[in-house]
């Protein structure tokens, strides 16, 4: 704590809290590696498809909210933001989520999902508490939990969802854990969805051993395959899940909004931290997004998205069955943004990334280290497939396939060489 | 650290984190008494005018702002905002503020000036770090700094800033004190300007003393009589201050968009901060604001506000001298939203407010203790002028004369009873 009077390079650093003053950079740099090429073909971003937009609705929403609500809505108000849109949100949680007994005092509005992780974890965390993460995880959560300077127990990934035998041992070994944090539904990075039954039992895990679970899930309404499963929410007995959500993959991403669904003592405490961070929600997006939703139908908007979207996802599917080398094996997701490729682990990605895929073939895609709480996995990548079109797909898939397919050629020319 | 396993009326409050499970209820809380009465007058919240929001014209930018630029304004970006936006500000922060030698990367967008108070505290508060405060405060920002635990130092407000003797002995007495956070112009909530002679005095104890300076000036466009001061960063040699304003007082509170100038380390830190807390700025709305900037005259605009924001002020100096009893002081503003009155120290206010001024003459102002690190001052009040017509603030300044006058007999007649 004591203030250390060292006159350096530059004379306010040491003035720095603990929190940011780690030798670590951003867990976000690097991941996107600069190619201005003009063939460049980048499976890198989590970002939803531009020609998809609901632009000209927006617009008119934003339009209409001006119109019909003028100055209050331009006014100060309170942190909560619009009853009306919280009612439907309310609404949407029951009939798509299937969480019931909620109205919209247990709704809460946030900056995108990311305030959400955020506020989250700053009403949780002191200093060195524990907390469980997936290996991997989504980067950005890693990067707000880090400003509460946690301890990370993290579980692996299966084809399931977290292996709960494995958090089990952990919450024995360790009972005071006392946040959880998830992605259920078409996994970033992962690609995979937890299991129903996984679901039921992580619950019953959080009632015996005391840990709230934060479960996100702003993929949830982009399925192309199946039937979406109940929430972790749904089986919630306690108050002990939050469930969050966002309006950036099935609107837009500038709306900045994003939502929760949590028992009313969480509510309050979430949202007397959201005044403290950011005063109010920003409300005539909030207005414009509840024009939005009483003048269209968003179930018919997210069809659209679905049949489009599940046309790249088969073909990133068909890409890795046709071009990436047999010692390759990836996820198929239901749904969502991601896909998840693990190579033999002599190759890591991030040297692939750099040495060979990005000046050679003119391709980038997110090294697995950044997804982990201690970068201990170098032999992943996450590929998204929305933001591209399906000729891009297969495409970069080829010249993903031909730089794998080298990186194995390398290894076994070397084994050859020490023989 | 340790877990605490209490099974008590709610199951998940024992895993709050220390900064939210405080007795203290949020510093907001009873700030704003309820009351209903059709004839209420209320000097209670720091809201702008409705009716001189430019609504016409920002529904135009926002207009543009999808006309000109389309789906790429709706897209993930980056958490910096517009290049082009910034580089405005830049160029105002020289022309109105005197910051020399800046340009767009010394500049930051934030969810309103909340945002640039509650990131520089992350940036600099490790638990127990110790800061300085100006005593009385903006209540915001003492809500913002609790949640990252820091020991308060309080500095008295005088008619021409903080008492910066009373500081150079604070800082002498604790050499740990490592921030900072003043009002520098029509302070909030205690109506007064910082002099330049101060100025340039706390710049050379911040130096001496190696502490960070937040110079919060959200009002300073917004001056009635006189000539601007130069900034604080302004005088600023070694990047210890950073300068943080606001569209919301002299655009609209919805577009909840502050912007801060500081040095490029510290922004670039303020900016990881700030990614993890909300990933990025709202382009859409970044990009109206530009809009608006390009196609209107902001300068012209503000001076409409001072036009109407002077009568406002005035009307409430005068309903002082008309009204008001002897025994109570008040500071005379030269611009921005607030009028601060001191009575005698035997009055509550908080009690006053409840007991008298709310039920019998429908009035409301906001008590001296919300502004106060420690609630020690209980004989102050805070009246806003921005948010009423100078009708309205004749005739609440008429009621809180009768109120403070009876305040003010009951007193002498205990007095006499005890006698």
Redesign the interface.
């Known amino acids: ?3 250390d ?1 060292r006159w350096g390079v ?11 003053r780690s030798e670590v950079p ?1 867990r ?1 740099n690097g991941m996107f590696p600069q190619m201005d090429f003009p063939d460049a073909i980048k499976f890198t ?4 498809a ?2 998809l ?1 609901p ?1 000209k609705e ?2 008119q929403a ?2 209409d909210a ?1 119109a019909t609500e ?7 108000h309170t942190v909560t933001g619009p009853q009306s849109l919280r009612e439907k949100l309310a609404k949407r949680a029951t009939e798509k989520m299937q969480i019931e007994n909620i109205d919209a005092d247990n709704v809460m509005l946030t ?2 999902g ?2 959400g992780i ?1 506020l989250v974890a ?8 524990s907390m469980v993460v997936e290996a991997p995880t989504y980067v ?1 959560a890693l ?2 939990f ?3 300077e946690p301890k990370y127990y993290a579980v692996q990934l299966q084809s399931d969802g977290m292996d709960l035998d494995q958090l089990e041992t952990t919450l024995k070994a360790h ?5 959880l944090y998830t992605v259920s539904d078409f996994h970033n990075p992962g690609g995979v969805t937890l299991s129903v039954e996984k679901r039921q039992r992580l619950v019953e895990l959080a009632n015996r051993y ?3 679970i934060l479960e996100d899930s702003p993929y949830r309404d982009l399925r192309y395959v199946g039937k979406s499963l109940p929430t972790i929410k749904h089986f919630d007995t ?3 899940v939050i469930f969050l959500s966002s309006f ?1 993959k099935i609107l ?5 909004t994003g939502w929760l669904v949590a ?1 009313k ?2 509510v309050k ?1 979430l949202l ?2 959201k ?6 929600v ?4 909030a207005s414009a997004i509840n024009q939005y939703l009483e003048k269209n139908d968003l179930d018919a908007h997210i069809d659209q998205l679905n049949k489009e979207y599940a046309k790249r996802q088969w073909a990133m599917a068909k890409g890795i069955r046709n071009y990436l080398p047999k010692e390759v094996k990836a996820t198929c997701p239901d749904g969502g943004f991601f896909t998840w490729v693990t190579v033999p682990d002599y190759i890591d990605t991030t040297e692939l990334l750099y040495d060979h895929a990005t000046p050679e073939e003119h391709i980038a895609y997110v090294p697995s280290k950044n997804f982990y709480a201690y970068k201990e996995c170098t032999n992943g990548m996450r590929l998204n497939f929305t933001g591209l079109t399906p000729v891009q797909i297969d495409e970069g898939m080829e010249r993903l396939g031909r730089v794998l397919k080298e990186a194995i050629a390398r290894n076994q020319s070397s084994i050859s060489v020490e023989n």
């Not at 530059?10 to 940011?20: E, G, Q």
């Not at 971003?45 to 939803?48: K, M």
């Not at 005044?275 to 109010?280: G, I, P, R, V």
């Not at 920003?282 to 997006?285: D, E, I, K």
């Open positions: 704590m004591s203030k009077k530059s004379m306010t650093d040491d003035l720095f809290a603990n929190r940011v951003s976000l971003a989590g970002s939803p531009e020609d937009f632009r927006m617009a934003f339009a001006v003028g100055n209050y809505t331009f006014q100060y900056a995108g990311q305030q955020d700053k009403m949780l965390l002191n200093r060195g508490d950005g990067s707000s880090d400003m509460y009972p005071e854990i006392k946040f005391n840990f709230i306690e108050g002990r950036s837009m991403p500038t709306l900045r028992s003592r969480i405490q007397k931290l005044e403290a961070a950011d005063l109010e920003p409300n005539l997006t």
